[in-house]
């Protein structure tokens, strides 16, 4: 499908790394941490993941789903957009942009089947469809409209083949899903990002792509500062022997109260 | 009407994603229609048919088709997009759910969407699109006819309009591409086998779905490579192989950039093409030698089939010569000269490294030149023969000049024979040729600019014709980049284009017609401006300034307000651009001015060590020869350097450089002038002579003539401030000002000029009335805030005696200079005295707090009853904020002894109470009786009555002003009782208490004595106390004879002035009153003798005061006697019947001029000379009237 990430609203909208981890005011009132509103921004990333895996939709869904989300917490407060309401509203609406849509039905379906352990702060996941719909309006206004988003899978391909090294593909795949546990898509350009994966998945599998990486018409310095980022992430929320990220449930609660709590 | 206004905004951003971008199938389409939605609050389906409407209000472009079908599940809307394709009368989702398709077509075609879709619809709406409705079908698993999509497009032709073809948009991107393989990142153009794009049967049925090669769809979610960073340690090791790979790859890049390799294309192909493969020339006939050259200069004959026969036999002369017979197009030309030359001078080897230089072009570079130089000059032997027989023809010149306006036109032969190359062609045109190929082969490279310039100078000075000039002048401009670069060649061509310019008569302009010489001229006066601009640094060292104003203008660097000279008008402008370019140049010119000015100045021996020690030498000299110009303009002028200013600058607390008003306008050097000025008018370490050792004390020695003179300079250097800055801005330095002029009155003893004088001074005061007194504590004026500074950075002590930077202080604040309540109040608001953090910044307090304990309200009193710029309601006022703002600063000293409130606020209430303590306080009683004391021996000594000692003693506030109103003040009073002889007794006694005094507590004692003396005025009112030791016997004098109270009035007041003039001149009528009262006892009891003289002098010596001292002798001399032997005392002389000052004064003439003698530098630093002369003209003017004109009572 033809397309040119340069004119579009993605690129235009494209933030300054300063700019994107911000706590909002209001969150800031209510004694956000930033380091909370980023974990709550990973564990909604998470949770988007978690329901999207029920209803069974497609990769770069997902990938916009987290897009949207991240990108409504750039501009407004986690105060007033409460995350386990904006989380499913974000897969609903990229659903529909992406082409696969997901009933709204079906989606509060899972929601409910997922915190079906009913613990009392998994109560407050639950939403009905009319929450959804009323919210989608919201996060379509706060959004600006701009419902567009590229993502790196597509070059990523195409740079690996470029390269002759498909056999990388899962590796690099992987990386490039990790990478929404990130800002990266609010920040760089989408081929960046992809070669940043390549560039890892290359040290990963010990491969030897210096010839290649040379002759692109690319700054590596900030491939390698984007590939450094992603190690950082690691570094700083270590994932378990088998690969998962966990972040302690109080944490995320404690932090997830403070924004709800009624002034 | 919604409609309308979207479709701009539509054709905006389909410009943007293009209409056939399939990007704006899907989320582009959403956008547009929640953006709709959300503009003008339309429903749904309402929203969407405005698009459509919209899309179809932008004609002739394929538009994509995009729907929102309402799903027949209630209340959900689902998007889906697809391309209308303008041959096909359906549209269809590209991605729709599982084995759903959703169709559209035109009502009519209806039946045909239908039988595409065999199987079950599942659902219909329909959509007004184009003005008509469409169908939107749902179905499940349509079976379509694999021909439908084969692109026949006859079958399913929809209504005729979309029937035309339309050209096919193009996705554009100007980005690089990412390497020689990939296209720009980020971009997908359209292909032709878009799999979106292209319907087959598995995706009309099931939907298009993207898959990934590699990756099983269900995977593609759970991917992830947590796993890979679990340990910690491995990432720490990634890390450091991420930053090892960076190294690798930017060095291997650094490599190949250096190889010269295209960054991102790999050295293959045709970058490994071997160089220097060039035509071989071949020996032929003439014949086909000249069928070659006529096949060369017809554009059509390929030079690659040219090449295989390339002839010899052309060189240097007949080269040219040839290709200007055959006019070969220069392109060709070119072509054949470097082929020629390539075969000339053969390469050393064919493989040459990168970047050294080739020898070989070089040798090749130089023949080339050679030749084309040889024959230019060839040419022109021709054009102007030795014995002068062919002077070339007004025709000829005239084409030529039309060439000089628009340099280089396609060289055209100027007759029609040319056709026909055996033809000698015309030597204008082989010269336009030949400049033509210089010009070609100089932008390539392939000529050395440096011999055709040569020759190009050389032939200018040699042919001295317009003819010549018109013919060359082309070609230099060709070179004039290579004659900037080369300080030679810009002054060969300064020296010659500069006096042709300047000088019209010469011989190549004065045989031509204006015009002609106005464009030769225009043409010089290019070239020298371009020169100008271009390198400006070697004009620096040119010295060929001041040109003609028609090349520049003379705008003289010296101005700070760069005027226009006359002469400017003289110069004609064609437009508003050619005059700025103009102005431009002479800035340029100016600026190489100054340069070169600075740089000569730097450079210059004399001026060397900064000019210091020849300002040093000037101002020593005019010391001693009364010269002030030559030291003023020295030390102006000759000071000057830029390191040395900044240094000593920065010397000053920033903080208190910023708060200050003028500073910032001044200039550095000006700054660093008065500097010097003011350490050479108060430092004496570099006189021996006047540096005494500190145990020794000497009068009569020191004559602090350096002080005076300075004083003198700097109220010079006012006027010339005040001068420029009234020419600029009426007012600024007002107050600066008034203060001087009244100083200044004091040497006019007309009073006719006084009185004109205070005309403006009263101006200015009801100018001043309307300024709030918060200017009057500004900074009051340059000088002022440059003293400040010098101030802060002067570290007393080091170099001169504190004494002199007092002396220097009152001499400056008596002259309008400095002014000390701006003084207190700058540094209050510098905050320099608040500053507690360095070493530095304590020294600088207490150098400031030294400063302000010798400059009590008194002193302020007294400049302000001078200037007399403001009312007396202000007057007050501004004494009292001075008073306060001082106590304020010193207490700060204080702050540990008293326990006094440190707010603001309450200053006023805490000052009088302390006065109140202070006053009733012992030790305060001790310094009163004291000062009595010393009066008493004082008035005893110079044996005035009883009863004026006694009334002294009754008026403790007025004595202990006046007693204190010398300079050091405490040191004065030491040794004034000291000194005092006829009192041995009394004297040691005092002298051990007030050595015991001034050890204990200096400071303490100094300061609240300080403290209270700023009010005594407001006690008393106005009362002098500088007057005092000028007019204390004088006042007890008058006082005395007449037995009459007289206020005591300032010699430097103007009332004052009227009445010394009165009662020198017209003593007559004074005397008539005083005669009148012949009761005074006292007066034929007390004279003013020598010895009186002497210990009044004596007390203002060791006061430092001499300006007084001599201004007392002046003020005496009308008044002595005349001739050395006449004595009168108390005896009413008929021959001699003078004042009654004349009888009080008992002091011979040449007693008096001999003390004056003794204070002859003071007399000529202080410039008092004019005083001294008017005086002893008075005197004789007085004798020759009364010797002359018996005096009838």
Not at chain 1, 22 to 32: I, P, S
């Amino acid at each position: 499908m033809a397309a040119n990430f340069w004119t579009s609203s993605h690129y235009k909208q494209l933030l300054d790394p300063d700019k994107v981890d911000v706590v909002q005011r209001l969150d800031k009132e209510k004694g956000l941490t930033l380091e909370e509103f980023r974990l709550i921004k990973i564990h909604m990333s998470l949770q988007i993941w978690k329901l999207a895996l029920y209803v069974k939709v497609r990769q770069r869904v997902i990938a916009t789903a987290i897009t949207y989300l991240r990108r409504v917490y750039t501009r407004k407060s986690m105060t007033e957009y409460d995350p386990r309401l904006v989380a499913p509203t974000c897969l609903y609406l990229a659903s529909k942009v992406e082409e696969s849509t997901v009933q709204a039905r079906l989606l509060v379906f899972y929601i409910k089947k997922m915190y079906a352990g009913a613990s009392s702060s998994d109560e407050k996941y639950r939403f009905e469809i009319k929450d959804i719909l009323e919210m989608e309006m919201k996060v379509l206004e706060a959004l600006d409209y701009y419902l567009v988003v590229f993502h790196p899978y597509r070059p990523l391909l195409q740079l690996l083949q470029d390269a002759g090294i498909t056999d990388l593909t899962q590796v690099a795949w992987g990386l490039v899903n990790d990478t929404y546990k990130m800002d990266l898509i609010l920040i760089h350009p989408p081929h960046m990002i992809a070669l940043a994966c390549i560039y890892i998945a290359c040290v990963l599998k010990d491969k030897d792509l210096t010839t290649w990486f040379e002759e692109l018409r690319v700054d590596m310095n900030i491939v390698k500062n984007i590939s450094m980022e992603i190690l950082e992430f690691f570094e700083y929320c270590r994932p378990d022997s088998k690969g998962n990220i966990l972040i302690p449930e109080d944490r995320i609660n404690a932090a997830l109260n403070k924004v709800a709590a009624k002034p | 009407m919604i409609a309308v206004a979207l479709s701009d905004w539509l054709k905006e951003m389909t410009r943007e994603w293009g209409p056939r971008n399939h990007a704006f199938a899907s989320g582009h389409t959403t956008e547009v229609w929640h953006r709709v939605r959300h503009e003008s609050h339309l429903g749904p389906s309402a929203a969407l048919d405005t698009v459509m409407d919209a899309l179809l209000v932008i004609e002739g472009v394929s538009w994509p088709f995009y729907f929102l079908c309402q799903s027949h599940k209630k209340g959900i809307w689902r998007f889906g997009g697809g391309t209308l394709a303008p041959d096909l009368g359906w549209f269809a989702s590209r991605r729709g759910r599982v084995g759903t398709l959703t169709l559209g077509c035109a009502v009519g075609d209806l039946q045909k969407a239908v039988t595409f879709a065999k199987e079950e619809v599942l659902f219909i709406s329909t959509v007004k699109f184009c003005g008509m409705h469409l169908v939107l079908l749902q179905c499940i698993k349509l079976q379509l006819d694999d021909s439908l999509y084969a692109g026949d497009p006859s079958n399913f032709s929809l209504n005729s309009r979309r029937q035309s073809q339309v050209p096919s948009y193009k996705l554009k991107c100007d980005k690089e591409p990412l390497n020689s393989r990939l296209g720009p990142p980020d971009f997908y153009p359209q292909t032709p086998n878009c799999p979106e794009e292209t319907l087959t049967r598995e995706y009309l049925q099931s939907g298009y779905k993207e898959t990934v090669e590699g990756i099983e769809e269900a995977r593609e979610i759970a991917l992830t490579q947590g796993l890979s960073f679990s340990k910690f340690e491995h990432i720490l090791k990634f890390k450091e192989a991420l930053r090892k790979r960076l190294r690798v790859i930017n060095e291997s890049r650094a490599q190949k950039r250096k190889a010269g390799q295209a960054y991102g294309v790999p050295l293959s192909g045709q970058l490994l093409t071997k160089a220097g493969v060039f035509p071989e020339q071949k020996p032929c006939n003439e014949d086909a030698r000249r069928r070659w050259i006529e096949a060369l200069s017809q554009q059509n004959k390929q030079l690659r089939s040219l090449a295989e026969h390339v002839p010899h036999g052309y060189r240097r002369k007949a080269l040219f010569e040839v290709l200007i017979r055959h006019n070969v197009p220069l392109l060709r030309a070119a072509w054949f000269i470097k082929v020629n030359y390539l075969n000339q001078v053969r390469p050393a080897s064919t493989s040459v490294p990168s970047g050294t230089p080739d020898k070989a072009q070089f040798t090749r570079s130089d023949l080339l030149s050679k030749d084309v130089v040889e024959y230019l000059q060839q040419l022109l032997d021709e054009f102007f023969p030795k014995d002068g027989s062919n002077i070339p023809t007004p025709n000829k010149i005239q084409s030529s000049q039309s060439t000089m306006v628009v340099p280089y036109q396609t060289p055209q032969k100027n007759d029609s024979s040319s056709s026909t190359p055996d033809e000698e062609p015309s030597l204008d045109f082989k010269w336009w040729y030949m400049c033509h190929l210089v010009q070609w082969h100089l932008a390539e490279g392939l000529l050395l600019p440096s011999p055709i310039i040569e020759m190009v100078f050389n032939q200018l000075q040699e042919k001295e014709s317009p003819e010549a000039f018109e013919l060359l002048l082309p070609l230099l401009v060709d070179m004039i980049e290579s004659v900037a670069l080369s300080q030679t060649y810009v002054r060969m061509f300064m020296d010659l284009f500069v006096q042709k310019i300047q000088d019209p008569s010469s011989s190549i302009l004065s045989s031509v017609d204006s015009s002609q010489k106005l464009s030769l001229v225009d043409a010089m006066v290019g070239v020298v401006r371009y020169l100008i601009v271009a390198v400006p640094d070697t004009f620096v060292a040119l010295e060929c300034f001041p040109l003609s104003s028609n090349v520049v203008p003379d705008l003289h660097y010296r101005n700070t307000f760069l005027k226009l000279p006359e002469c400017v008008d003289n110069v004609q402008f064609d437009t508003r651009d050619a005059y700025l370019r103009y102005l431009s140049c002479g800035y340029v010119v100016s600026s190489i001015q100054k340069r070169a000015f600075n740089l000569s100045k730097i450079v210059n021996p004399s001026l060397q060590a900064h000019g210091a020690a020849k300002v040093l030498l000037a101002l020593d000299r005019a010391l001693i020869t009364g010269n002030v110009m030559i030291a003023y303009n020295s030390l102006f002028e000759d000071f000057s350097d830029v390191a040395v200013e900044e240094r000593w600058i920065a010397e000053i607390s920033p903080c208190l450089r910023s708060s200050l008003k003028w500073i910032g306008t001044i200039g550095l050097s000006l700054i660093c002038s008065i500097f010097f000025l003011c350490e050479w008018a108060t430092c004496d370490h570099r006189n021996f002579h006047t540096s005494l050792p500190n145990d020794l004390k000497l009068t009569g020695r020191k004559d602090f003539s350096q002080i005076y003179f300075a004083v003198l300079l700097l109220k010079l250097k006012m006027e010339d401030l005040l001068s420029l800055t009234q020419s600029s801005d009426g007012n600024i330095l007002l107050f600066g000002t008034s203060g001087k002029t009244s100083s200044d009155n004091d040497t006019l003893l007309d009073g006719a000029v006084v009185e004109n004088v205070s005309v403006p001074r009263n101006n200015t005061r009801s100018l001043h009335d309307r300024k709030s007194k918060r200017e009057i504590f500004q900074g009051p004026g340059p000088l002022h805030d440059i003293v400040v500074c010098w101030l802060d950075q002067h570290e007393i002590g080091k170099a001169g005696s504190f004494r002199c930077v007092e002396i220097f202080l009152v001499e400056i604040i008596r002259n309008g200079i400095f002014f000390p309540h701006a003084y207190v109040r700058q540094l209050i608001a510098s905050g320099i005295m608040d500053k507690n953090e360095s070493l530095l910044d304590m020294e600088r307090q207490r150098r400031h707090r030294r400063i302000l304990q010798q400059l009590p309200g008194s002193c302020l009193f007294d400049v302000l009853e001078e200037a007399r710029t403001t009312e007396v309601r202000l007057f007050y006022e501004f004494v009292h904020t001075y008073s306060n703002e001082r106590r304020l600063l010193l207490r700060g000293l204080l702050g540990g002894k008293s326990n006094l409130s440190s707010s603001r606020g309450d200053l006023c209430s805490v000052f009088s109470m302390q006065k109140d303590i202070d006053s009733s306080s012992p030790g305060r009683a001790k310094t009163k009786d004291k000062i009595t004391q010393l009066k008493v021996l004082i008035s005893r000594f110079l044996r005035f009555s009883l009863p004026f000692a006694m009334s002294m003693e009754t008026c403790p506030d007025d004595s202990q002003g006046n007693s204190k109103r010398t300079p050091g003040s405490l040191e004065s009073k030491v040794d004034l009782t000291e000194e005092t002889p006829g009192c041995e007794e009394c004297r040691k006694g005092k002298l051990q208490k007030l050595v015991d005094d001034r050890s204990s507590a200096p400071e303490g004692s100094s300061s609240s004595h300080s403290d209270d003396e700023d009010t005594w005025w407001v006690k008393k009112g106005s009362k002098s106390q500088e007057s005092f030791k000028v007019e204390l016997p004088l006042k007890s004098a008058k006082h005395a004879s007449r037995g009459r109270q007289k206020t005591v009035r300032k010699t430097q007041s103007l009332a004052q002035l009227a009445a010394a003039r009165i009662e020198s001149s017209q003593g007559a009528s004074t005397s008539h009153v005083c005669d009148n009262k012949p009761d005074d006892r006292n007066a034929a009891r007390w004279k003013l003798g020598e010895d009186e003289i002497l210990f009044i002098l004596y007390v203002l010596d060791i006061s430092g005061d001499f300006i007084s001292a001599v201004k007392f002798l002046i003020w005496l001399i009308p008044k002595v006697l005349c001739g050395p032997s006449i004595v009168v005392q108390g005896v009413r002389n008929a021959v001699f019947p003078k004042s009654r000052e004349f009888q009080v004064c008992q002091v011979g003439e040449a007693f008096l001029f001999s003390s004056l003698q003794r204070y002859e530098n003071v007399l000529r630093a202080a410039d008092l000379l004019p005083e001294a002369l008017t005086a002893s003209i008075h005197r004789s003017l007085a004798t020759i009237t009364s010797n002359g004109r018996p005096y009838g009572t």
